[in-house]
């Protein structure tokens, strides 16, 4: 099993940045990508940023520019610093960890969750 530890949710005006982070522990050799999914009420879950052991990224397209994911893989952790927020991103975000991106939003690790709300 893997046991994903998230944090750096919070509120922020738009335009304005945060840096989420997710630590893994567990059964990690099992791990090839890790990544961030959002969802919003009412809204379908979305891959919002994912990256692998090798460095290979990929990024929604409404976030491309302003997200920037990276790894440490002595860590096992990722961080997401998202600039430039906008209402648009308040939404529960979750680490997931998987082998493969493709899959990624759908686990098969999930952390708890951290609330990020872009207001004013």
């Known amino acids: 099993q893997v046991q994903l530890v998230e944090s750096g949710g919070g509120l922020v005006q738009p335009g304005g940045s945060l840096r989420l982070s997710c630590a893994a522990s567990?059964?990690?050799?099992?791990?090839?990508?890790m990544g961030w999914s959002r969802q919003a009420p009412g809204k379908e879950r979305e891959l919002v940023a994912a990256?692998?052991?090798?460095?290979?990224?990929n990024y929604a397209e409404s976030v491309k520019g302003r997200f920037t994911i990276s790894r440490d893989n002595a860590k096992n952790t990722v961080y997401l610093q998202m600039n430039s927020l906008k209402p648009e991103d308040t939404a529960v975000y979750y680490c997931?960890?998987?082998?493969?991106?493709?899959?990624?939003?759908?686990?098969?690790?999930w952390g708890q969750g951290t609330q990020v709300t872009v207001s004013s």
């Open positions: 997931n960890a998987g082998p493969y991106i493709a899959t990624l939003h759908g686990g098969p690790y």
């Open positions: 990256i692998t052991r090798g460095g290979s990224t």
């Open positions: 567990g059964s990690i050799f099992s791990i090839n990508a």
